[in-house]
């Protein structure tokens, strides 16, 4: 029987017999690694090579990560931006033509307003709820597919496998960037896509301590992606790697706690009457509701609520004296985050309208409620300063 999830996060990587019965795979620090004979060197006919290229701290993760996205290999860059950037440089070059979803991560987008256009790549936005409907955009030089579902401020649920329809209709691949639901919650490669990326900065990561992603392939895509990620000379440092390995392990019930804490505090949202909306696809009431029961298992921490309109000065009253939410980048970590997120700018095939100020909240791991009753005293605050 083929072993289930949570006994793949467990297993998967880990070869303590090669490590003296290690239960974890050792920090290996390594640039120069020797080869025996002159024979060796030339065929590079052993594991390991250069540091560069390789250790088998490296390779625990990228094995671990695979299993679980059920890809055929993954490879690991310093950050999650560097996976989303390598995995383009590998699939487009001049006069190629590329889909972005208009929900993408800011950072992606702006990778592909200067870089990917200045070195002549055509990129269109398209509305992340096209669909089927794809295929009207889709031209003889369009190379890929860009989808991140949901959305990490937005949250639009992508139908990934109507998009893969269309792409290799096309002959294009689909990328997908699956740091929201992590390998655990949705499976890229059951719903059509070529490549998957993980930012593992967040939940993979979970500890708020390490900058990692990750680029996982299937058999085909692999080639592409290899050669371009080696091309370039991307590596990262051991340490980080255990820090990531060490996070990975508790990963499904971490993840299990965030999104029980995060529907608790959604659905409490919903009955406030400072809330106009809240936008987290495991409601009923979100759009994108459907697709996400159809194709993901789970949902993670992370959601938006919209305010009703209010001054600055209340949603400062508000947001300043929070006890247990930090106002910061990133999440996915173990600890409560809400940050007030600006649309402007970071939309132009579609529009998102907001009637007030749109907060993301990340649903730590401390008590929800004690977290719903920080949020209470902060509406008290707001509403008071509101006059
Ligand atoms: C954070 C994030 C990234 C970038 O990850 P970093 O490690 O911060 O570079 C990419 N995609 C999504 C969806 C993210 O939330």
């Known amino acids: 029987m083929k072993p289930k999830q949570d006994t793949l996060i467990v297993t998967a990587g880990r070869d ?37 290229r390789g250790t088998p701290t490296l390779a625990a993760l990228q094995e671990a990560i695979a299993t679980l ?63 089927a409907g794809i295929a009207a955009m889709m031209k003889p030089n369009t190379r890929v597919i860009f989808a991140e579902s949901p959305g990490s401020i937005t949250f639009e649920v992508q139908d990934i496998p109507a998009l893969a329809g269309a792409a290799h209709e096309g002959g294009a691949k689909v990328i997908v960037d699956n740091t929201w639901a992590s390998p655990l919650y949705f499976k890229p490669f059951e719903h059509g896509a070529d490549v998957s990326i993980q930012a593992i900065t967040k939940y993979l990561g979970g500890h708020s301590d390490v900058m990692m992603g990750s680029i996982t392939a299937t058999e085909e895509a692999a080639k592409t992606v290899l050669a371009a990620h080696g091309a370039i000379g991307m590596t990262v440092a051991p340490d980080d790697v255990f820090l990531a390995l060490r996070g990975m392990r508790t990963l499904s019930v971490r993840l299990e706690r965030h999104m029980r804490t995060g529907l608790t505090l959604a659905r409490w949202l919903e009955g406030r009457p400072e809330v106009a909306q809240v936008i987290h696809p495991a409601l009923p009431s979100h759009p994108g509701h459907a697709l996400w029961r159809r194709d993901f298992t789970g949902a993670s921490g ?69 977290l719903i009753a920080d949020l209470e005293a902060g509406f008290a605050r707001l509403n008071a300063a509101n006059g």
């Open 69 to 131: 996205e059920g890809g055929a290999k993954t490879v690991l860059t310093p950050s999650g931006l560097a996976a989303v950037t390598t995995a383009l440089i590998a699939f487009l070059k001049t006069g190629d033509h590329l889909l972005m979803t208009d929900s993408i991560y800011g950072p992606s987008r702006h990778f592909c307003d200067t870089i990917l256009k200045r070195n002549g790549v055509e990129v269109d936005y398209y509305d992340p709820a096209i669909g």
């Open 302 to 370: 992370l959601f938006s609520i919209v305010l009703k309109p209010c001054t600055d000065a209340a949603l400062g009253a508000m947001l300043d004296n929070l006890d247990y939410y930090g106002m910061g980048w990133s999440w996915g970590g173990f600890e409560s985050l809400i940050v007030p997120q600006d649309l402007t700018g970071i939309r132009t095939a579609t529009t998102f309208a907001c009637e007030g100020p749109l907060l993301r909240i990340h649903a730590g791991l401390e008590d929800p409620d004690d």
């Open 16 to 52: 303590p017999d090669a490590h003296f019965g290690v239960v974890n795979t050792p920090v290996y620090r390594a640039s120069t690694i020797l080869f025996p004979t002159v024979e060796a060197l030339k065929t590079r006919n052993q594991p390991y090579t250069y540091g560069r």
